[in-house]
T-cell receptor
Framework: DAMVIQNPRYQVTQFGKPVTLSCSQT?????MYWYQQKSSQAPKLLFH???????NEADTPDNFQSRRPNTSFCFLDIRSPGLGDAAMYLC????????????FGPGTRLTVT | AQTVTQSQPEMSVQEAETVTLSCTYD???????LFWYKQPPSRQMILVIR??????QNATENRFSVNFQKAAKSFSLKISDSQLGDAAMYFC???????????FGQGTTLQVKP
């Protein structure tokens, strides 16, 4: 089945140790999104790619970066994780901007020790 | 800026009964779309139903239907014949055709009682 895949599902990292989360999609969608979701809260958009064009949210900390080497893959890099970065990270895709829903992956639960 | 408000943090319904989750939004855009997403305890966000703003007819997907009141900027979700598997957090979301971004409400946790 076409889908959005996130690896790993659970990630434990140490305070200040860089970590990379991975997202891949078989939907051939143009847009890929990264969200941060803390417990019982709505997802918060960090940034998104439209094809190769990167769009950062104004309040996304510099500590968070992203790469999209090709249509299928997108990575979230956290350069120096702090305790406040512990959260669920959701990847989503959309065919286009106009009138298309977003499809979400299962998420990666990040723990910072 | 667009905002989405879900005023019911928690709701409960008896199995087989009907429940309505409320959502209001604010926007100055003319072209947009609205969604209800479901996030069960396993945490994967699943699309329940979508509504294009230009369509007057309310969307329906099996037991799920919406009441879209464009002038009032209201978009409620009705779940009929509630099932135990409907227990989840439900997010109302506004989709901008210009930016492709989703703006989520705060979520409503739905409990289904057997």
């Amino acid at each position: 089945d076409a889908m959005v895949i996130q690896n790993p599902r659970y990630q434990v990292t140490q305070f200040g140790k860089p970590v990379t989360l991975s997202c891949s999609q078989t939907l051939n969608h143009n847009v890929m999104y990264w969200y941060q979701q803390k417990s019982s809260q709505a997802p918060k958009l960090l940034f998104h790619y439209y094809d190769k064009d990167f769009n950062n949210e104004a309040d996304t900390p510099d500590n968070f970066q992203s790469r999209r080497p090709n249509t299928s893959f997108c990575f979230l890099d956290i350069r120096s994780p702090g305790l406040g970065d512990a959260a669920m990270y959701l990847c989503a895709t959309s065919r286009d901007y106009t009138h298309y829903e977003q499809y979400f992956g299962p998420g990666t639960r990040l723990t910072v020790t | 800026a667009q905002t989405v408000t879900q005023s019911q943090p928690e709701m409960s319904v008896q199995e087989a009964e009907t429940v309505t989750l409320s959502c209001t939004y604010d926007t100055s855009e003319s072209d947009y779309y609205l969604f209800w997403y479901k996030q069960p305890p396993s945490r994967q966000m699943i699309l329940v139903i979508r509504q294009e703003a230009y369509k007057q007819q309310n969307a329906t997907e099996n037991r799920f239907s919406v009441n879209f009141q464009k002038a009032a900027k209201s978009f409620s979700l009705k779940i009929s014949d509630s099932q135990l598997g409907d227990a989840a957090m439900y997010f109302c979301a506004y989709g901008s055709s210009n930016t492709g971004k989703l703006i989520f409400g705060q979520g409503t946790t739905l409990q289904v009682k057997p």
